[in-house]
Each structure stands twice: as structure tokens, then as C-alpha cells.
């Protein structure tokens, strides 16, 4: 007999982590999947390690106790600071944001030149240099970008002040490194602001650049993932369902489908 049908567990600190359940869905569309947005405690990238962790593992219990059978830590800061507490307490696999980033980053990369952008706690953890680590001669810069945040959840992301802001910190970044050949958007909420960065980033670069993002990498990861994870031999035809927790709902209606790229039925609350 198969095992009953499992959901993949994703959260985030917000909402923002609703864009790795939109490269999910995309990759994985008769997967059953539970979200949980961190919303009254957003954001995470100006806090400290240990108080991400804390509230990341949280999080986590809270998926855990709905029987996911995976867990993605959509959120780069909770991936950046956590992963090692986060895999310790859990009994099924854990992908994070990083690994599967800095992976594509390694793949599209000419010459080994990469810049990292996200928020202060992603780059302070110096996460995805030791990940970049594993190429040989790897040279990455990383650079804070923590009004890219806002902008995304105001829907303000091809506009002239996103091109301002845009312009302002990928200066300060093809300043560090001139050769730069590859850009990993290492936070949740860049991805909606692809465009206005890929668009600053050519007028900047000395040649080609590549733009990738955690989101949709990780979706590849968690395919890669479930051929060996239990509860997810039941197979279906159907559409997966989309089940949304946040811990606050203010103003979730106007901006989560922003990052979903779909209407979303409806928000529980739930206190972690
Ligand atoms: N989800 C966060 C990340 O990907 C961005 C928002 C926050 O600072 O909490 O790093």
C-alpha cells in the first residue's frame, strides 16, 4: 500500500518566500504544499543570527507538525543563518536557499567573477562565499541591497525609482569588482525586480551577465530531492493544493499575490 499524500512545507519571513512557491508549483504542479509566512516578525535580514534561528525553527515546527514531508527555508536569511539548526530538528530533509543559488550561480558563471546581493543578514553571514567556495578561483563580492525589500512588496519594480535604487547599489557592487559575469538574487523579494536588475546590471557590466535566483534553483532541488523522500510515491494527476499561514495578515491580500503570481483563497492566522 502507498503512503498517504504528504505536502511540501515552505516558509518564509514573509511573503516574499511566496515566489519559491511559484517556481514550485511550476516545477512540481500535483504537489500538495503548506506556507507559512513569518509575517508579524518580518523582516529577518536586519536581525541578528541567533534571533533568525529562533524564529526559523519555529517556523519549521510549525510545517513539521503538519507531516510535510520536505521542508524548504524559502527565506536566504533564515537559510544563511539557521541550516545547520534547522536540518538538526528536523526528521525530513531540508533544502535551503543557498546551496541550490550558489549551484546555478556556478553553473552560468564565464569566468568565476560573481556579485551576491541581499539583505544584510544573508551577506554578513558570509553564506554563499563558502558555498561559491567549492569553484577554484571563485571571486565574489557581495552587497547588501535592503531597499530592494520594500520596493518589491509596494509593487514599485519597473519604475524610475527602482531603477534609481537599482542603479545606486549595483554601481557601489561592479565598483568592487569590475568583471563581475553573474549577479545571484540571494533574497526572496528580488526576483520581481529581475527586469530593472538585469536592465542596470548590462549597462554596467564589461560584458555578458547572468542573472540567477534561488527561487527557481530551488525548486530544482526539491525535485531532485523527492524520488527519495517518503510520502511522495502518491502520485495524483490533480493540481496540487496551496495552504497560506501567516503570523499577520495585514495587507496580505494586496501584496502576497504579487510574489504568488496568482490569486491566493485566503491567509490562516496562526500564532508560532
Ligand atoms: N525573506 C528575506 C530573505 O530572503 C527577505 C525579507 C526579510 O528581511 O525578512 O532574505
Not at 18 to 41: F, I, K, S
Not at 78 to 91: C, H, K, Q, T, Y
Not at 260 to 269: K, Y
Request: charged content about 20%; overall charge negative; aromatic content about 6%.
Amino acid at each position: 500500500m502507498s503512503e498517504p499524500r504528504r505536502p511540501i512545507g515552505v516558509f518564509d519571513s514573509g511573503v516574499g518566500g511566496l515566489t519559491v512557491v511559484r517556481a514550485l508549483r511550476a516545477r512540481l504542479p500535483g504537489e500538495d504544499v503548506v506556507y507559512l509566512g513569518d509575517t508579524a516578525r518580518v523582516p529577518y535580514g536586519s536581525k541578528s543570527p541567533r534571533t533568525v534561528e529562533r524564529y526559523a525553527l519555529a517556523c519549521q515546527a510549525f510545517l513539521l507538525a503538519r507531516d510535510v514531508k520536505l521542508v524548504l527555508i524559502a527565506c536566504n536569511t533564515a537559510s544563511a543563518n539557521a541550516l545547520p539548526a534547522l536540518e538538526a530538528a528536523s526528521p525530513v530533509p531540508v533544502i535551503g536557499a543557498v546551496a541550490p543559488g550558489a549551484g546555478s550561480a556556478l553553473e552560468a558563471t564565464t569566468g568565476g567573477h560573481i556579485g551576491v546581493i541581499g539583505t544584510l543578514g544573508t551577506v554578513r553571514s558570509g553564506a554563499y562565499e563558502r558555498a561559491l567556495a567549492a569553484r577554484p578561483g571563485a571571486h565574489v563580492t557581495s552587497l547588501a541591497c535592503p531597499l530592494f525589500v520594500p520596493l518589491a512588496e509596494e509593487g514599485w519594480v519597473d519604475d524610475d525609482v527602482a531603477r534609481a535604487v537599482a542603479r545606486r547599489y549595483l554601481t557601489t557592487l561592479f565598483a568592487a569588482d569590475p568583471a563581475i559575469d553573474t549577479i545571484v538574487l540571494g533574497c526572496t523579494h528580488y526576483p520581481l525586480l529581475r527586469d530593472v536588475i538585469t536592465a542596470t546590471a548590462r549597462e554596467l557590466a564589461r560584458g555578458p551577465v547572468a542573472i540567477v535566483d534561488s527561487a527557481t534553483a530551488m525548486a530544482a532541488a526539491a525535485a531532485a530531492a523527492l524520488p527519495a523522500v517518503a510520502g511522495s510515491d502518491a502520485r495524483t494527476v490533480t493540481p496540487g493544493a496551496l495552504a497560506c499561514f501567516a503570523t499577520d495578515i495585514s495587507r496580505l491580500d494586496e501584496i502576497a499575490p504579487r510574489f504568488l503570481g496568482e490569486p491566493i483563497s485566503s491567509f490562516e492566522l496562526v500564532d508560532l
